[in-house]
């Protein structure tokens, strides 16, 4: 039975990670969309 | 760092390190937090206890969930470790380029809002108007001081930027003007109050500005008991109608153009303030935020250590209330639960945050350099000048520090890679230290980020759903 579902990481995202080409706002830590992420660079 | 909660129905587990997120039954619940202190062999007798009257909890299939927690584990999806501190990226020592400016293009304003932090719109040194000149060599200083950064930001803020619409127009031209040439992509945005809105600035505005802030408190009550004119004339019957005219516009525009946000502030005298956000809503917008005012402690409309549960209860019903609207089809996004799980920033933007005083500054109307637009006109936080550039250094360096590893109590917080430590203002304002942490702001945050991630859970939840019935229709 199936008691764990896992959504669709941190860790790994050190690696491509600090370009600084995202976006900048109050409280952005989470929201910002990132074109590396998203495969948009 | 693993943090279990139970929210709207679902139990979520969050793997902070990482930032996975698992949607889990109740007796995966249980064994999640049994994990690191106990065996698998207690773990699984006390189950067998706890769910002796479910046929469905066998030891097999309670030796399978083991197994699946050992498998998430080792894939680094459970129970990861915090690799970063170890890293001990040096941010002190870290190079990082101004790429975002706040233009205080007009200390001045049309409205007299009462919890303004910019006290009237002057920030404390009274009216004054960007000129085109200083304006120009703020896009200059950023220009040259952002290195190989392609995309820039400027927003133009107050104040009330469109007292000074002219300048705002040149600026953007001077900044377009110069993006060939320096490889540049500006991305100019606006905060206004509304009052001043009109066709042209309409039709600039969903032309050049990437998004567009514009601020009602709510209901009309809400909004008026806090923003008028220094007459004392509430403002919403006179914003409303042009915001809805600039969105019903703005929607209609090239992609890229269409973002905006309805921005409004709570306080102690609207603790209701979900029914100000369902208000915006109703008005037919569907881009939403609302803030909790950060005021002196004895302001009257001033939150209080009290008013905490009532605010958590708001935001909880607020989640509620944007599941079963989208459900609905009728759903609007909250600034707050805009989460993105798969999208989202990488790891050095969690842990440096919002680029305080580093890569994001403020720039009063006589081109005084601030860390950011709620420090400008506080002399000690001013960094330097954009004809002289950052002449204050070890101002500027303080806010290298403003980042997750910088706070003892962030260490132990489930919350800290979606918050990056906080605000540097609300702390330095309510602590009286940039390095201070503003925990009554920790207490909100926390909610509303298991908010946000309950939202996604249901969204994953509610597409299975949608797909396990496609397949028995199917079949």
């Known amino acids: ?41 | 760092m693993v943090h279990c909660f139970k929210k709207n129905g679902y139990n979520i587990v969050l793997d902070v390190n990482s930032g996975s997120v698992h949607q889990v039954d109740d007796v995966a619940y249980d064994m999640i937090q049994m994990y690191e202190s106990s065996t698998p062999e207690q773990i699984i007798e006390a189950m067998l206890e706890k769910y002796k009257d479910r046929a469905d909890v066998t030891r097999q299939d309670l030796q399978a969930t083991i197994e699946d927690i050992e498998e998430l584990k080792k894939s680094g999806q459970l129970f990861s470790k915090d690799m970063f501190e170890n890293v001990q990226w040096n941010f002190k020592k870290r190079q990082s380029v101004l790429k975002a400016l706040c233009l205080h293009v007009a200390q001045d304003c049309d409205l007299a809002c009462k919890y303004c932090f910019a006290g009237q719109g002057e920030y404390h040194t009274g009216r004054s108007l960007m000129s085109y000149e200083t304006g120009k060599q703020a896009l200059d200083f950023l220009i040259q001081s952002s290195g190989s950064r392609h995309n820039l930001e400027v927003d133009f803020f107050g104040g009330e930027p469109l007292l000074n619409w002219d300048v705002v127009k040149k600026l953007v031209a001077y900044g377009r003007s110069k993006e060939k040439e320096y490889d540049k992509n500006f991305r100019f945005t606006i905060t206004t109050n509304g009052m001043g809105i009109n066709d042209d600035v309409i039709d600039f505005c969903n032309k050049e500005m990437s998004n567009v802030v514009l601020s009602l408190d709510g209901r009309k009550e809400t909004n008026d008991r806090m923003r008028s004119t220094r007459a004392g004339v509430g403002s919403y019957d006179i914003i409303v109608p042009k915001f809805k005219k600039l969105v019903e516009k703005r929607l209609q525009g090239p992609e890229g153009r269409r973002e905006y946000y309805i921005r409004g502030t709570f306080t102690h005298y609207n603790l209701d303030f979900l029914q100000d956000i369902l208000h915006m809503a109703d008005l037919g917008f569907t881009e939403l935020s609302i803030e909790p005012v950060v005021a002196s402690p004895d302001a009257p409309y001033a939150l209080k250590p009290e008013d905490l549960p009532v605010i958590n209860e708001q935001y909880d019903q607020l989640a509620k209330e944007m599941l079963k609207r989208r459900r609905e089809g009728r759903g609007f996004t909250f600034y707050h639960y805009m989460i993105d799980l798969e999208g989202g920033p990488c790891i050095v933007k969690r842990i440096s945050g919002c680029g305080v005083g580093t890569e994001y500054l403020a720039v009063n109307a006589n081109g005084d350099l601030y860390p950011c637009h709620q420090f400008a006109g506080e002399e000690p936080y001013k960094v330097g000048n954009v004809y002289d550039g950052i002449t204050r250094p070890e101002v500027a360096d303080e806010f290298k520090e403003c980042n997750v590893y910088s706070h003892e109590e962030c260490k132990s917080c489930f919350a800290r890679l979606y918050c990056s430590g906080g605000c540097a203002a609300n702390a330095m304002h309510t602590t009286g230290s940039i390095k201070g942490v503003y925990k009554f702001g920790c207490d909100i945050h926390r909610n509303r980020i298991e908010n946000a991630l309950m939202l996604k859970v249901a969204e994953q939840a509610d597409k299975d759903a949608a797909e396990e019935a496609e397949r028995e229709k199917a079949e």
Do not use: D
Not at chain 1, 7 to 23: D, H, I, P, R, T
């Open chain 1, 1 to 41: 039975m199936e008691r764990i579902k896992t959504l669709n990481n941190l860790v790994e995202s050190a690696n491509k990670g600090g370009c600084g080409e995202c976006q900048t706002s109050c409280q952005s830590a989470s929201k910002t969309s990132c074109a590396v992420a998203n495969q948009k660079c």
